[in-house]
């Protein structure tokens, strides 16, 4: 059983970078579940545009390689294989050369009223190039929408300068910024959790929440993607975008309905509200570290291919929201490659108890109770309260955890759909409500960069931490000056 489907009209979607990794890996897998799921209706067409010349039989090949590379043999059906290749049409194009583009214009011009989706999957250095073609031939017009992927700049000034460019040609309620995570099935289960429910709205908030802990580790390392990663670093690569995404989500005021505008202008007053990072306070407020080599692993270093690198493969923040629901509750958010294991959580840690009702009658301490909402692996809620052992002889506790996974009670061939077939299919229904506004974006940058900033102006070295570790001790030395710990990293 795959997920249930709404029919989204006719399409064209067309890849810039269609052979490339992104494509290969992510947006053909997706578009092929969706169209094995039957939301694909039966003239749409997916064009892949890149620069090797060839015809879109070899195209094909290549894709069917791809495809049984990363889908699940099980869903590799030979009859809807055929059905998905089918749909693929392969261009050569040079988005640098004017004349390159007529063939596409005649591909398109086929089928008029398709919706259009230009999907980037290439290098920002070309989003501006490939908007302004599209606007030169005139396909950016009628139901043209453009979909970009981070990274969305470098900086504040980067982020809104290719805002600029891409916005001259489509304005912001045509122009898709993926963040993928906002795809992922538990993170739309957090806005359901929060504003479909009665019971947590009215203690989410300083009065009953401790703290709130974001953590994506990561038990791989940079591998392939050194030389990208290596001008980026774990806070442009994740914290910018993933982990402020996340903090939004929990943090913001609920929107007074679930439609795009009202969502995201809810998450952009968050980060307007965040606490400035600057200076010296980086020092207690942050900790930036590097995998160092391991028995059988190669150092960050290594793998980068950059012996005197300085880019942080590990980064912790603690990130303060100066708004009335949030005074006083720290957010700790974490994330780095080559850790104990891949994990990503968010954990809000609510206060202890005003009152021992328990003391004088047993020595087991009060847990505080968690809400752990699991991103992965095993997608689900945890609630951890305090309960009593059965049984007479005395009164004893110990906390126990209320355990949702959301792949419970499926069938066996059920799987948790992946971020890229919902987000897809939203840029094909015009639904914004998942991707980043361009304000958005240029705001976590604001707060980001003088974090930066104030790490070059320090000029420390990142921090060292072992391979396979929970990360660095200044990390953990953080929360311990505030009295508390990281959660665990589980296996
Ligand atoms: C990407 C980052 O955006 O997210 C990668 O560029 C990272 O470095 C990845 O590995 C993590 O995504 P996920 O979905 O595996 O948590």
């Known amino acids: 059983m795959t997920s249930r489907t709404i029919p989204v009209a006719e399409f064209d979607l067309v890849i810039f970078g269609g052979t490339g990794d992104l494509a290969m890996r992510k947006l053909l897998p997706g578009l092929y579940r969706r169209d094995a799921a039957g939301q694909i209706p039966a003239h749409s067409r997916i064009i892949a545009l890149a620069r090797t010349e060839q015809d879109t039989a070899a195209f094909c090949d290549q894709a069917r390689a791809s495809l049984h590379e990363h889908l699940d ?24 050369n004017a004349e390159s583009w007529d063939q596409l214009v005649t591909v398109l011009d086929q089928q008029p009223e398709h919706v259009r989706v230009y999907y980037m999957a290439v290098g920002p250095s070309l989003f501006g190039v490939i908007a302004r073609g599209l606007a030169g031939v005139g396909l950016h017009e009628g139901n043209a929408r453009l979909v970009v992927e981070k990274p969305l700049g470098h900086d504040l000034a980067s982020a809104r300068s290719l805002n600029a460019e891409i916005g001259a040609v489509f304005s912001e309620d045509r122009l898709y910024r993926i963040d993928h995570y906002l795809g992922k099935e538990t ?51 994740m914290v910018q975008n993933h982990l402020m995404q996340l903090l939004c989500l929990i943090a913001m005021e609920p929107p007074y309905t679930f439609e795009a505008d009202a969502v995201r202008d809810e998450k952009l007053k968050v980060l307007r509200a965040l606490k400035p990072i600057q200076g010296r306070d980086a020092l207690l407020k942050t900790v930036r570290a590097q995998y160092r080599a391991g028995e059988d692993s190669p150092s960050y270093r290594e793998e980068a291919q950059n012996p005197d690198s300085t880019t942080d493969s590990y980064v ?28 990503t959580e968010i954990a809000i840690v609510f206060k202890e108890p005003t009152h021992s009702v328990f003391a004088k009658v047993t020595a087991t301490p009060v847990v505080p109770n968690v809400l752990s909402i699991r991103l992965q ?38 799987r948790m759909p992946d971020a890229y077939e919902r987000l897809l299919m939203d840029v ?11 304000d958005e974006v240029e705001a976590a940058w604001g707060w980001i960069d003088p974090i930066i900033d104030a790490w070059e102006s320090i000029g420390q070295e990142p921090e060292a931490y072992e ?8 990390a953990m ?15």
């Open 73 to 96: 043999q099980s869903e590799c059906d030979a009859a809807l294989m055929e059905r998905f290749l089918g749909r693929l049409q392969y261009l050569f194009n040079d988005v640098t």
């Open 187 to 237: 993170v739309q289960n957090l806005m359901a959790l929060r504003f479909a429910n009665a019971l947590f709205e009215p203690i989410w908030n300083s009065n009953c929440i401790d703290h709130v802990q974001i953590t994506a580790a990561e038990s791989l390392g940079v591998g392939s993607r050194g030389s990208y990663y290596d001008r980026a670093g774990a806070m442009r690569d």
């Open 316 to 343: 912790a923040i603690k990130a303060e929201i100066e708004n009335w629901r949030w005074a006083g509750v720290p957010f700790y958010l974490r994330t780095g490659k080559k850790l104990r294991a891949r994990f």
């Open 477 to 491: 030395e953080m929360l311990a000056r505030d009295g508390r710990r990281w959660r665990e990293i589980e296996k």
């Open 377 to 414: 692996p095993d997608e689900g809620l945890q609630l951890q309260i305090m309960t009593k052992d059965p049984g007479p002889g005395g009164f004893r506790m110990h906390d126990t955890q209320l355990d949702m996974q959301f792949s419970a009670g499926r069938s066996d061939d059920w």
């Open 428 to 438: 094909v229904r015009g639904n914004q409500t998942l991707f980043m506004r361009g």
């Open 467 to 474: 391979p396979g570790s929970r990360g660095p001790m200044t």
